[in-house]
């Protein structure tokens, strides 16, 4: 089963008159643009976004001449329908919106995100040791400037063996 034009091309022309704004539409589909930290931070700087969820088989190709939507994709996989899909872009993008996080840095310095888009470092919290794991003493050093430097080389080294393929991408952009 297709979702039919009509129907869907006269509901989106719906909510987009509800507002002066018609906001940026957003088709998720396995199709799509591949959903990352930099389009997640593109879509975050958006007034309005419209997200429409495919079902079944997906659109009628028409719905996507007529209404040019974006189309993202939150993996290489597929999904029953888009709606998870749709969570999963609204959860990211609602990080970027100011006063959402407690702390304002906390979006620019989580995986992905940043200069360098790495992942993130290790964490650590209380005991400083337990079963005989420690936390590393440099984080208790006091010198800002050496816990930055080896949350870079923890950041690097984490990514190097989990997601290699960040680099590569780093490398040739």
Known sequence: MVLMVEPVVAAVEAVQAMS??????VVLTPSGTKLTQAVVEGLGEEQRLLLL???????????LDILQPDEISVGDYVLN?????????????????PNVLGDERSSKEDSFSGEDRLLEFAQYTRPREFRGHQVPEVL???????IARWRK????ERTR?????LLDNRESN
């Open 53 to 63: 969820c495919g079902r079944y088989e997906g659109f009628d190709q028409r719905i």
């Open 81 to 97: 329908g888009g709606e998870v899909a749709a969570m999963v872009v609204v959860d990211s993008v609602l990080r970027m919106v």
């Open 20 to 25: 002066d704004m018609p906001g940026r539409l």
């Open 161 to 165: 063996q989990r997601r290699a393929d």
């Open 140 to 146: 208790f050093s006091g010198n800002h400037e050496e």
């Open 153 to 156: 080389l923890q950041s690097l």
